[in-house]
DNA sequence: GTGAAAGCGCTAACAA
DNA sequence: TTGTTAGCGCTTTCAC
């Protein structure tokens, strides 16, 4: 077990002093009636009379009665909240931030909370108060990640999860399709030697693209140029790595970025090349994100639409946790390409 | 009152059939020992015999337990959840990103959750199952906002409210002090013109920053230039601001850009403009972030440090939880100032 | 149409 | 060192 202490401090609503939080027996008792009746007409269950409960009601609003959700959760075996969690590098990109806001939005559409679950305090562990969690490209090395799914509790992935333990559902973009539509896009545009700054393979996108890449290579006959850059790489790695690739291979006249935010931090390494983006050399994102519509010139991107694989996510997970899908479901969700100037010439 | 039925599905871990959760007794039973002794065994609490507590987180490891933290929350009469909440249009943003992360880093360390709470289902507002509440820039007019402070839940600002309801407690940036600097910075790289494209004043900052400007200029005798921006602007509005205030007067040498994802998002115009940043023109952004560093050239920022600024909230939510800070307690947030090419020539 | 009582799973006061 | 009892505040039988 890894129970330990937990310093806690002032209760639900009880920090400000002088100023008990009231509760439904005491609103019984100045509305004259049960605690059952109280919380009948609270609720609205169509068991009491109109009469009282607009008494009950007044009641209960005059001494500024609100329910305790932590009781109720616990009389009601579920606590209304599910569980978050990202890969902790990552998470300061615009993707994960609509991702996370997909998530939350459908979760009050539900009228869930969406609680945050970070790496932190791993060894000695909490117990999260959520009934399920939505994990976003969960790696296999992620001990968080591995002490949700072992715990049992249900959980949903962004992606697929290469772990033992299998999620209780999957949803699982378009990544294959899209990648070879853009590398379709740019041959079209004239590339006859497209290179991929590629990101590592511990998430499962990763190692798709990686695939889709080296697959479409050979169907189309073209020598793989491939550079694979570990996780939150910063700014400076990003750059010698692109000036490796260029270097390495002076024909190339196509780059696809796969790193969030790579293809932005690469523009002034092509500038000191003396090449122009759009004409000498295409370049293009596998995640779309705003700044890429603000650049010189605009960068096509594919886009991940990562709210709405947010919102999938979550409602996947209500999905399995009321019995209406199947534990072992894979969804499917729809992503698009944006093109722009940066292979357009 | 605004309560109302709440579908729910499953219960706390309930929803694997056939693998019902084992609870405290059935340990304490299959240890052959009471319930307080199987509780106090497995959080260490130091009443019982090494012996004994072995036995016990054994059988409990064995039996797969774990503490129902919805039960702990409501005995103990704390939720370790605080709340966060951001104004709904900005939350795209590297900044709140980073906001979030320092909050849910610093709850973390002290052992808590941290729930999402969005601007949704408004109307029928559920409860949240949190002990505080972090806001970042709270709106006067964020009907959220006003619920969470106006329920007495122990709040914590990022900087100031001007609603009625005074929070618990606030972290003010220094903005004022740096907002000077940056200009100071621009006058000193020989800017005699200096247009501000300013952020609405619904917020604490976006007001701080215009009063900051308008002073200003008046202790430098220069003319404010000033153009407001509604909250969350598109970019194409962005665009035609800048071109206004470009146009308004071609004596303009230097612009600094309140919202975030303004400064690059004018590049195009500057260009269109014929006008060389650094040179003919400084430019300058309120906010930091990434994409700031990769643009041509780099642009100058103020950095607000949201990291550290989510971190100091949860910290002084916590002090007040814990009655360690009185109410009412104001803390500074120091940010800075990184000077790009954009504003050096 | 309403009330009394049971109990969700846990911790804390009081005994032994 | 351990067990017994009494709740935390709510919803839900079951009885009237």
């Not at 077990?1 to 005491?26: A, F, I, K, T, W």
């Not at 079209?188 to 695939?211: N, Y």
């Not at 946790?321 to 729809?334: N, W, Y």
């Amino acid at each position: 077990m890894s129970c330990h202490d937990v310093p806690r401090y002032g209760g639900y609503r009880r920090s400000v002093p002088g100023s008990e939080q009231v509760n439904l027996v005491e609103v019984a008792k100045a509305a004259g009636v049960s605690k059952t009746t109280a919380s009948d007409a609270l609720r609205n269950s169509g068991r009491v009379s109109e009469q009282t409960r607009k008494r009950v009601v007044a009641v209960a609003n005059r001494l500024g009665y609100s329910p305790n959700p932590v009781a109720r959760s616990l009389r009601m075996a579920s606590t209304g909240t599910i569980g978050l969690h990202l890969p902790e590098i990552l998470t300061r990109s615009e993707y994960y931030m609509s991702f996370v806001f997909g998530v939350v939005d459908q979760a009050a559409k539900m009228d869930y909370d969406v609680t945050l679950l970070t790496a932190q305090h791993v060894p000695a562990r909490r117990l999260h108060r959520v009934d399920g969690v939505v994990l976003g490209d969960p790696l296999e090395t992620d001990t968080v990640v591995r002490e949700l799914l072992g715990a049992g509790l249900p959980a949903v992935t962004c992606e697929r999860y290469t772990g033992e333990v299998e999620p209780a559902g999957i949803v699982l973009s378009e990544h294959t399709a899209m990648f070879d539509r853009l590398l379709d896009h740019l041959a079209d545009s004239g590339a006859r030697a497209i290179a991929f700054l590629a990101s590592s393979t511990v998430t499962d996108w990763g190692a798709t693209l990686q695939g889709a890449y080296q697959n479409w290579c050979e169907r189309h006959e073209m020598r793989p140029r491939v550079r694979e850059m570990a996780f939150g790489s910063p700014t400076a790695v990003t750059q010698d790595n692109a000036r490796a690739v260029l270097n390495a291979d002076p024909s190339v006249d196509a780059l696809v970025c796969a790193p969030d935010g790579a293809a932005s931090a690469v523009l002034p390494v092509i500038r000191a090349a003396g090449k122009t983006i759009g004409a000498d050399l295409l370049l293009a994102s596998c995640v779309d994100s705003s700044e890429l519509t603000h650049t010189d010139p605009p960068i096509t991107a594919i886009d991940l639409r990562p709210r709405e694989a947010g919102a999938a996510c979550a409602q996947l997970l209500f999905d399995i946790l009321a019995g209406e899908t199947p534990r072992g479901t894979v969804r499917a969700h729809p992503i698009g390409l944006n093109a722009r100037r940066s292979t357009r010439g």
